[in-house]
């Protein structure tokens, strides 16, 4: 196949691409919660007897009982835990804990992105996104499909796609940092990846959504 002229496309964090490699990038917002699909809800406590309160609840909260935390941990679905998993809808509410009785912390508004189980509760999981926040979400908006997320918390401009599992083979793509890829298959080292126009081999290390030493097929 002919190489493309303007070098491989450059693909974005929010799903968009330029063909231009040295393009200055233009729209989205500068929020890398926002270009990852995640809104969060900032919640005020107030001041006074209600913001009083609402603290004394939390540290009601934060010393409860051992045996709710070994309750908490339980394997409710005997699948491995942690594991890797993925959204499975567009906006997904992110809550305090494993019931609806519990304030949503904050709202996922993209389907596809990986998130890890740390814990499961009867039909509830706890969930680790990639910047590290945790919080409940019910078992049926997960999926088992994998995806993953391109180097989330670095600062390189971009990363390459390879045609093979190869360094030394053709460059098919330039990602972002946070480019959301599903994976079609991994062997410890590489992951082949696609997306909306891309397809190729990534370093498995630089892609969040896969473990280090981790075969996906």
């Not at 997904?92 to 804990?97: C, D, I, K, Q």
């Not at 680790?128 to 926040?133: K, N, Q």
């Not at 098919?172 to 696609?194: M, N, Q, S, Y």
């Not at 498995?204 to 097929?217: D, K």
Request: aromatic share 8%; charged share 25%; hydrophobic share 40%.
């Amino acid at each position: 196949m002919a190489k493309d002229r303007a070098g491989p496309r450059r693909y974005l964090a929010d799903g968009g691409s330029i063909t231009k490699p040295n393009a200055i990038l233009t729209g989205g917002c500068a929020d890398g919660l926002f270009r990852m699909g995640i809104r969060r809800v900032k919640m005020g406590l107030g001041s006074g007897r209600l913001g009083r309160a609402l603290l004394l609840l939390m540290a009601v909260a934060v010393a409860a009982p051992a045996f709710a935390q070994a309750t908490i941990d339980g394997r409710s679905s005997g699948l491995p835990v942690p594991r890797y998993v993925s959204l499975k809808a567009d906006k997904v509410n992110v809550r305090g804990g494993p019931s609806r009785d519990h304030d949503v912390a904050w709202v996922f508004t993209r389907a596809g992105i990986p998130v890890e189980i740390t814990a499961e509760s009867d039909n509830w999981r706890r969930i680790r996104d990639a910047e590290g926040a945790e919080g409940w979400v019910f078992h049926s908006l997960l999926s088992g499909r994998r995806t993953v997320l391109v180097a989330p918390s670095s600062k390189t401009p971009v990363f390459p796609l390879y045609e093979r599992p190869d360094a030394g083979t053709r460059v098919v793509a330039k990602l972002e940092p946070r480019v959301l890829g599903t994976v079609r298959h991994c062997d410890k080292k590489w992951c082949r990846i696609f997306g909306d126009g891309f397809d190729g081999f990534m370093e498995q290390h630089l892609l969040w959504g896969v473990y280090p030493n981790e075969v996906v097929e």
